[in-house]
């Protein structure tokens, strides 16, 4: 089922089949991305991608769920969301997560509507390239995930910017769509 995100009914549908566990491709604020519920989507991600539980997930999630989810987010970060930024941070209850605040309304809101972060990673299966044309991800994909969201014309095809903020200074990891130079810099 392709569903379009401009249309209204779209945010409860896919609310819902998030909330009871399903995996939907959704047009994220950077790259298209598999998206699951956060954390019972987990295992459903990773056998649809083949991937395995060494290399986890990072989460969409409102400024809220992200203050919830992990201890000690660094001002800095907190003022640079919501944006194309992922910052690896360590987790409440031990270990590390990497967290996004997405710059996209229908996420916000479907964050909200979910009640719970929820998981994102490329559109791919382990050890392929990251699709995105969305035509080639609907026939790739249309059959083994519940729900395929189109997004706008121009949806991005630039992944989020990645830093580790669990050390001092943080690291860059992968630089993407956001300019993280003023936060890298700024710990020395």
């Known amino acids: 089922m392709i569903l379009n995100k401009r249309n209204p009914e779209t945010l409860e549908t896919i609310s819902t089949l998030i909330k009871d566990g399903g995996v939907a491709v959704l047009p994220c604020d ?3 991305g598999l998206c699951a519920a956060y954390p019972i989507g987990e295992k459903a991600l990773m056998d649809l ?5 060494s290399k986890p997930f990072l989460v969409l999630a409102t ?3 992200a203050k919830e989810l ?3 987010i660094p001002q800095d970060i907190i003022e640079s ?3 194309a930024l992922t910052v690896i941070l360590n987790k409440k209850e031990g270990g590390t997560i990497g967290v996004r605040v ?3 309304a229908f996420l916000q809101r479907l964050l909200e509507m979910v009640g719970t972060p929820i998981y994102s990673t490329s559109v791919n299966m382990a050890g392929e390239p990251s699709m995105l044309n969305l035509t080639a991800i609907s026939k790739r994909f249309e059959a083994i995930v519940d729900v395929i969201v189109r997004g706008d014309e ?3 095809k630039v992944p989020s ?5 669990t050390c001092r200074p943080y690291k860059l990891l992968r630089q993407g769509l956001y300019d993280a130079s003023a936060l890298i810099k700024g710990l020395h």
């Open 49 to 53: 991608k083949g991937r395995d539980s």
């Open 161 to 165: 910017t990645l830093i580790d903020a």
């Open 154 to 156: 121009t949806q991005g």
């Open 30 to 32: 950077t790259i298209y």
């Open 63 to 65: 400024i809220n769920q």
């Open 70 to 72: 992990c201890k000690d």
């Open 102 to 104: 997405p710059n996209d």
């Open 81 to 83: 969301w919501p944006a």
